[in-house]
């Protein structure tokens, strides 16, 4: 399933399965009169007593789901939303469509869905609630080419307006963009690092966005690197035989109103170098590249959705191996602007190389300066897998990304710049270390370090990098790559263009 169309009642009905949104609780399943219709030979009831929906396990959990098989060999599949106050939850409903992808995997065709008119008042976030829940659902990274469209047919009583169909067909739209544009970041992040290699992946990102209205993006080699002085994003990738990269990407629409720099660190491999890592927690490492993944996703979605702010968004690509070149423990480098970096342990490589791409994101001069990393283990530890942390130095942008964030089903948790541990990144050859003394703190000191490079201008830092991946698949999050991060920033960006007066 990569699609999703509005159509009539007639041609949903007609498809090879049907779902039917319905709400349950300890009394049983409620559904909208304008959901008891005939599907093939079966009659859909208004209620279904408990002790059914309970022999069937559909239930009050959003996504639980009962399948009823027609004579003619079509299926019924009737999808819970929860209790009564879900009709109006956007992730009851990414819950309800992210059922639906394995069943037209299933099938092999389309799948449709009825969405009763009575049930929401805003009918725009709830189909696209839907279909982001259906398209982040159907991703596999063995079997990209899904067939199948999700058939999306508003139905109540009095019959739904041309306004309804049309606020369906607005939220179904955005959705398409966003759900393409994040699978194709889980998808980058989820192949193999022998393939998304630094030089493959900036050609990947050009690909995409260099077709997109009103962008442009420049790729620098080695050479470029060098010269424009980026010493930090150079001594990680010393220790690897694939060149490094800094892809600069820009949208630039003319009607843009404010100017967001995005910043995503794309370290292909993180063997952790002369500090290597164990076996076990390089596994996952080919994932250490998300963030860079999930900045470009962010601007092809705010390119294809037209949204009125210029974004640039830069992704620092390297390997982080141990090749006779390799940076040492103990080296000392120059960052772009100039502060000495004393890298004391070369696993410690995220935060060098956003020291380079931070400070050009401040020589564009933007309004905001948001990146996005899967820096430290301490996140995870923190905050599990299901909750991004987020650092700022503004409570507004804070704020807006932690909204923005529980719109899109990202969940954010703002953790503390605590200044006094400021202290703990002093080095005695260098402006600073790469890693703070006494090892507590590891989140909120990685944290002060970029903060560091983006002075005093309005910066937020999510660290990703517990919810970046996901052992398993849960609803919409499937297994491996997440993508977390990228729909919450589209859905700042847009915010941020509707608040900004040009
Ligand atoms: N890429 C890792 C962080 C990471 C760990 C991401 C687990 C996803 C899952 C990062 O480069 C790293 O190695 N960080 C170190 C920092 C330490 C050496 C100060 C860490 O967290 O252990
Ligand atoms: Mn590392
Ligand atoms: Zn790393």
Redesign the pocket.
Known sequence: MNNARVVPLAEALSAPVVALPLTVDEEGARLEASLAQRVGDVDIPRTLDAEWCRRRGLSSVAGSSVVLSTVSGALVVLVSLGSAESVASPEAWRQVGAQLAPRARAVGSDVAILVPTEYSVDLELTGEALVTGALLAAYDYKTPDASGELLVAPVGSPLPSVADHDAVSRGLQRAVVVADATNWAKRLIDTPAGHATPKELAKKFAHRLGSDPDTGVEIWTESTIREEGLGGLLAVGAGSAEPTRLVYARYRPSDARAHVVLVGKG?TF?S?GL?L?PAE?MM??K??MSGAAIVMAALSMVARLRVPLRVTAIAALTE?LTGDRATKPGDVVTARNGTTIEIL?T????RVILADALSLAVEANPDVIIDVA?????Q?VALGDEVGGLFSSSDEVARQLEEAGRDAGESLWRLPLVESYARLLESDVADLRN??KGGGA?SIT?ALFLQRFVGTRPWAHLDI??P??SDQTRGYVTKGATAFGARTLARYLESLARQSVS
Do not use: H, Q, W, Y
């Open positions: 370290v993180d952790g500090s890592k927690s996952a490492m994932t250490d982080n342990n696993d410690a490589e995220g899967t820096l430290t283990g301490a995870r890693i703070a590891g990685a990098a517990g970046g991946r």
